[in-house]
């Protein structure tokens, strides 16, 4: 007995020696830096970004370590293993415009380790909790995942009979980061999705996302029906989950998107009773005709589906606001890969559209304020040449809620 404990503080010596160096081995493994995540505000105009690795908090080249061009969303996900030094890192980013011109100063420099550190899973980028009401065709969208292989992404419904438990009810499988859907939801309730990724084998290499809630209501005030232009997106990349390219996210007027992208007046009409009745909007704003005119539809053709839209709306007791079909740039559309080139008398076909809207007792002018003297849409209002970008956008919201709130004063429009 003498002889252990003789020896028992030389043992608990050696024991704190090496628990010691243990945690500091622990320790240097927590500060590892496989890759970082990097997340910033998303810029008006921006069609994609550059982003700078920086080894110092100032801007001079001595100090660049890396430069990433052409980030097509407001975020990026750093393979920092080839970067020891990474933990004394710094990072900044400014925006590109669509031939990768810088466009805006850079933000603020930023310690590489104050951003997130080794994620595990990844970050969704859909804004539907600053949207009075979730769009119809809501786009999932979420910052890539380094090195990913594709995604799987779940859309869960929370159970009618067991609060707070949600089941699967879509499944999807992406390359992309943005997943848009044709399936519409129109059932009420409050919905969950999630995304995760996997390798080049199919396999999960992350966890699932933390989870993205909306809910879906069955009644309505207002609503509005169209296309692109109504659904979102601007600036070429950016896709409708984002509220700054809605032009709802403008009005005063709370008001549910019913857009589709890429729908022509036609396929409005065909979905009205599947994706409008259900919601029972008492005013329905009805914009259209772009996808129409610019592919050389005679404008009577046009015409003749917003005249079924008007039945419809007539049958079912909603009150149609027609607004008027949105200018093009035709100049712009021939350097812009991802749209097509308009046919050549696409402005006239777009008049006749238009006279017969300025013809109904609802109407509201959202066109003359986006076009310039050629009655193009004016370039400092779009990138495409298609789409109105953010302040195109703020145009058609705010005058469209002028008009609902002048139009309809008895409605009580500015509450749900």
Known sequence: MKFVYRFLPVSLAILMVLGSWLLSMGQADARTINKVRINWPIIAGAVSYRLE????PDSSL????????????NGYELNTEDMPEAEHYY???????YNGNVIGDYTDIKPLKSEEINPSMPRGTTEFNRMAYVPLYPVFSWIPVAGSGGYDVH???EKA?????YQVIRSFQTNSNVLYEDGGYTWPGRYMWQVRSVDKNGQPNTEWSEPDYFTVENRVKVAALGDSITHGGGTCNTPPGYVIYSWETYSKVPIKNLGHSGDTVQDMAARFDRDVVCFSPKILVIMGGVNNFRAGESGWDTIAAMEQILAECQLHDIIPVFATATPINADLMQHVETVEEPVWNWQAEQEILNQWIMNQPYHVDVTTPLKDEYGQLKESFTTDGLHPDHE???IIGEIIANYLLTTFPDYDLLNK
């Open 62 to 73: 001595t100090n660049r370590v890396k430069a990433i061009n052409r980030i097509p969303v």
């Open 91 to 97: 990072w900044r980013v400014c925006p590109l415009g």
């Open 161 to 165: 009979d067991s609060p707070g438990q």
């Open 53 to 56: 690795i920086m080894k110092a």
């Open 392 to 394: 195109g956008k703020r």
């Open 155 to 157: 859309i869960s419904r």
